[in-house]
Protein backbone atom coordinates (compact mmCIF):
# COMPACT_ATOMS: atom_id res chain seq x y z
CA UNK A 1 0.00 0.00 0.00
CA UNK A 2 1.31 3.73 -1.11
CA UNK A 3 2.03 5.97 1.73
CA UNK A 4 -0.65 8.55 0.02
CA UNK A 5 -3.44 5.87 0.57
CA UNK A 6 -2.89 5.19 3.80
CA UNK A 7 -2.55 8.94 4.89
CA UNK A 8 -6.15 9.07 2.99
CA UNK A 9 -7.59 6.07 4.99
CA UNK A 10 -6.73 7.94 8.08
CA UNK A 11 -8.00 11.13 6.76
CA UNK A 12 -11.22 9.74 5.62
CA UNK A 13 -12.04 7.67 9.28
CA UNK A 14 -10.51 9.98 11.31
CA UNK A 15 -10.18 13.48 10.52
CA UNK A 16 -13.06 14.98 11.37
CA UNK A 17 -12.73 13.96 15.25
CA UNK A 18 -9.42 14.31 14.75
CA UNK A 19 -10.12 17.98 14.11
CA UNK A 20 -12.78 18.62 16.72
CA UNK A 21 -10.30 17.13 19.14
CA UNK A 22 -7.57 19.40 18.03
CA UNK A 23 -3.46 19.23 17.37
CA UNK A 24 -2.86 19.32 21.03
CA UNK A 25 -4.43 16.86 22.42
CA UNK A 26 -4.26 14.30 19.59
CA UNK A 27 -0.41 15.08 20.12
CA UNK A 28 -0.73 14.02 23.85
CA UNK A 29 -2.53 10.50 22.02
CA UNK A 30 0.57 9.94 20.05
CA UNK A 31 2.94 10.29 22.56
CA UNK A 32 0.59 7.20 24.81
CA UNK A 33 0.94 5.17 21.87
CA UNK A 34 4.66 6.11 21.44
CA UNK A 35 4.63 4.84 25.26
CA UNK A 36 2.74 1.94 25.06
CA UNK A 37 4.95 1.04 21.98
CA UNK A 38 7.82 1.52 24.15
CA UNK A 39 6.20 -0.38 27.03
CA UNK A 40 5.82 -3.62 24.69
CA UNK A 41 9.37 -3.41 23.49
CA UNK A 42 10.84 -3.14 26.74
CA UNK A 43 8.71 -6.85 27.96
CA UNK A 44 9.79 -8.31 24.99
CA UNK A 45 5.83 -8.72 23.95
CA UNK A 46 6.06 -9.03 20.07
CA UNK A 47 2.49 -9.60 19.76
CA UNK A 48 1.44 -6.25 21.58
CA UNK A 49 4.40 -4.26 19.74
CA UNK A 50 2.40 -5.12 16.25
CA UNK A 51 -0.89 -3.67 17.72
CA UNK A 52 1.37 -0.51 18.93
CA UNK A 53 3.08 -0.18 15.95
CA UNK A 54 0.12 0.23 14.21
CA UNK A 55 -1.40 2.79 16.94
CA UNK A 56 1.56 5.15 16.58
CA UNK A 57 1.75 4.94 12.45
CA UNK A 58 -2.12 5.50 12.34
CA UNK A 59 -1.82 8.31 15.00
CA UNK A 60 1.19 9.57 13.45
CA UNK A 61 -0.64 9.79 9.58
CA UNK A 62 -3.37 11.54 11.98
CA UNK A 63 -1.02 14.51 13.03
CA UNK A 64 0.28 15.08 9.34
CA UNK A 65 -3.25 15.28 8.38
CA UNK A 66 -3.95 17.90 10.65
CA UNK A 67 -0.91 19.58 9.94
CA UNK A 68 -1.92 19.14 6.07
CA UNK A 69 1.50 17.74 5.41
CA UNK A 70 1.61 14.90 3.09
CA UNK A 71 3.64 11.94 4.29
CA UNK A 72 4.36 10.51 0.85
CA UNK A 73 6.73 13.73 0.50
CA UNK A 74 8.06 13.84 3.57
CA UNK A 75 9.32 10.25 3.15
CA UNK A 76 10.52 10.80 -0.44
CA UNK A 77 12.74 13.75 0.70
CA UNK A 78 13.88 12.05 3.64
CA UNK A 79 15.41 9.46 1.64
CA UNK A 80 17.10 11.77 -0.73
CA UNK A 81 18.43 13.55 1.52
CA UNK A 82 22.40 13.32 2.17
CA UNK A 83 22.75 13.98 5.87
CA UNK A 84 20.11 10.77 6.97
CA UNK A 85 22.21 8.33 4.90
CA UNK A 86 24.88 6.34 6.70
CA UNK A 87 28.49 6.43 5.31
CA UNK A 88 28.67 3.90 2.36
CA UNK A 89 25.12 3.48 2.01
MG1 LIG B 1 -2.08 1.46 21.82
Redesign the pocket.
Known amino acids: MEIAALQQIVRDRYFENDNARGIYHTALWFH ?2 VG ?2 SSAIARGDKENAK ?2 F ?3 LMWMLTLANLMNVDMEEVVANYLDNPRKKLPGK
Open positions: EEELEEGDV
